[in-house]
């Protein structure tokens, strides 16, 4: 049985004031040499957004957010996993798991947790609801940092089942996207307790036999393959190889782990070419927080390390329902993710959205995770 203990943020101030600090003293680069992102996040555009953090954004506002839902520490194998656990009033909830991914956080989830586990109050069907359980990854946000290797994402998922488990929930649903979907696909491989899952990034690859006749949407999945491995995959690359390098930059420059997850905000949400039509500054700049306040850059890079290159996802057999959301970094197709989910009783394709679909289209996610689970 894991430790359960509740848990406050509790920011210090001179850790706030030293942040302020750090972001006056930035040293930038020169301007871009071109004029939209392609080299990356515009200097214009990181100033504003610098200087907003600085003296615009509320530096409370994560704290305040955050302590506004039941809070705890599960201590598994030495590690305190940071988590939010809201219980539903309905008598009829059924237990689900949401697990974040890179760059994101729990704050992700913090729009969706209110309707899905009270859906009444707010306008929706009480037979919906649910008891919601969203766990930070271990080396992200308040969970504690591996000081060891091993919390790959089979360690993950079994470590989620563990907590479900101690919460009193040995049956239960999981949802998940990026990172989030590779956990959650394990929890269903490891866990007979987990009766659905749910998930909201579909990047199964066609077999060679699927190579011959693709569909219109197919044949966009592979273009959109090739800009990622040509032109937006350096990150991960980076990240699976050296995140110790990488960590001592972005830890100590606020603005360089400003930009680092700025830039993907830009490139995988649905914002016609600006992230703030997508999220907020303030959105944002809470994810952000995220890792700032716990210099997590490094410790959160591990997890590419860690599993990037090494798992993949075998055969799942539980029923398995997927939502598509139109910017994702790549979309597949439901006869590609057939060949690894065999057992999809759910499959749709969102008008709007992207990567980040619970943060940028929290009435769609909404929506979606009812619309699966609700005949299981």
Same mark, same amino acid.
């Given at each position: 049985?894991?430790e359960?203990?509740?848990?406050?943020?509790?920011?210090?101030?001179?850790?706030?004031?030293?942040?302020?600090?750090?972001?006056s003293?930035?040293?930038? #680069?020169?301007?871009?040499?071109?004029?939209?992102?392609?080299?990356?996040?515009?200097?214009?555009?990181?100033?504003?957004?610098?200087?907003?953090?600085q003296?615009?954004?509320?530096?409370r506002?994560l704290e305040?957010?955050?302590?506004?839902?039941?809070?705890?520490?599960?201590?598994? *194998?030495?590690?305190?996993?940071?988590?939010?656990?809201?219980?539903?009033?309905?008598?009829?909830?059924?237990?689900?798991?949401?697990?974040h991914?890179? #760059?994101? !956080?729990?704050?992700?989830?913090?729009?969706?947790?209110?309707?899905?586990?009270?859906?009444?109050a707010? /306008?929706?069907?009480?037979?919906?609801?649910?008891?919601?359980?969203?766990? !930070?990854?271990?080396g992200?946000?308040?969970?504690?940092?591996?000081?060891?290797?091993?919390?790959?994402?089979?360690?993950?998922?079994?470590?989620?089942?563990?907590?479900?488990?101690?919460?009193?929930?040995?049956?239960?649903?999981?949802?998940? /996207?990026?990172? /989030?979907?590779?956990?959650?696909?394990?929890?269903?491989?490891?866990?007979p /307790?987990?009766?659905?899952?749910?998930?909201?990034?579909?990047?199964v690859? #066609?077999?060679?036999?699927?190579?011959?006749?693709?569909?219109?949407?197919?044949?966009?999945?592979?273009? *959109?393959?090739?800009?990622?491995?040509?032109? *937006?995959?350096?990150?991960?690359?980076?990240?699976?190889?050296?995140?110790?390098?990488?960590?001592?930059?972005?830890?100590?420059? #606020?603005?360089?782990?400003?930009?680092?997850?700025?830039?993907?905000f830009? $490139?995988?949400?649905?914002? =016609?070419?600006?992230?703030?039509?997508?999220?907020?500054?303030?959105e944002?700049?809470?994810?952000?927080?995220?890792?700032?306040?716990?210099?997590? $850059?490094?410790?959160?890079?591990?997890?590419?390390?860690?599993?990037?290159?090494?798992?993949?996802?075998?055969?799942?057999?539980?029923?398995?329902?997927?939502?598509?959301?139109?910017k994702?970094?790549?979309?597949?197709? &439901?006869?590609?993710?057939a060949?690894?989910?065999?057992?999809?009783?759910?499959? =749709?394709?969102?008008?709007?959205?992207?990567?980040?679909?619970a943060f940028?289209?929290?009435?769609?996610?909404?929506?979606?995770?009812? *619309?699966?689970? &609700?005949?299981?």
């Amino acid at each position: 049985m894991l430790e359960i203990k509740p848990f406050v943020v509790d920011i210090p101030q001179q850790q706030l004031d030293e942040l302020r600090l750090r972001l006056s003293l930035t040293r930038y #680069p020169e301007r871009e040499t071109v004029a939209d992102w392609s080299q990356g996040v515009p200097l214009d555009y990181l100033r504003e957004l610098a200087d907003y953090w600085q003296d615009g954004y509320d530096l409370r506002r994560l704290e305040t957010r955050l302590n506004a839902l039941p809070q705890y520490l599960a201590t598994c *194998d030495d590690l305190d996993i940071h988590f939010i656990h809201v219980r539903s009033p309905s008598p009829h909830a059924r237990p689900l798991v949401l697990t974040h991914g890179w #760059p994101g !956080s729990v704050v992700e989830f913090l729009k969706v947790i209110g309707p899905l586990s009270d859906p009444a109050a707010h /306008g929706g069907d009480p037979a919906d609801a649910f008891h919601v359980v969203c766990p !930070s990854l271990p080396g992200y946000g308040f969970s504690d940092k591996p000081a060891a290797t091993g919390w790959d994402v089979v360690k993950i998922a079994s470590t989620w089942s563990r907590l479900m488990a101690a919460l009193g929930y040995p049956r239960y649903f999981a949802q998940g /996207g990026d990172w /989030g979907c590779a956990v959650t696909s394990s929890i269903a491989q490891q866990d007979p /307790g987990c009766l659905g899952i749910h998930l909201n990034m579909a990047t199964v690859r #066609p077999n060679q036999d699927q190579l011959g006749e693709l569909t219109t949407t197919e044949q966009q999945a592979m273009v *959109d393959m090739k800009y990622y491995q040509d032109w *937006d995959s350096g990150y991960a690359k980076l990240q699976a190889t050296r995140p110790q390098t990488l960590g001592y930059g972005l830890v100590d420059s #606020p603005v360089g782990q400003l930009a680092w997850i700025v830039e993907k905000f830009w $490139a995988w949400t649905d914002c =016609n070419g600006h992230p703030e039509n997508a999220l907020t500054k303030e959105e944002m700049l809470d994810n952000v927080m995220m890792y700032w306040l716990n210099a997590a $850059a490094a410790s959160s890079a591990r997890l590419y390390w860690q599993s990037f290159a090494s798992f993949i996802v075998g055969e799942v057999d539980t029923p398995t329902g997927f939502t598509v959301f139109p910017k994702e970094i790549f979309r597949s197709s &439901r006869r590609w993710c057939a060949n690894t989910y065999k057992n999809i009783h759910y499959w =749709n394709e969102a008008e709007k959205g992207g990567h980040f679909a619970a943060f940028e289209q929290p009435e769609i996610f909404v929506a979606e995770v009812r *619309d699966c689970f &609700r005949s299981l």
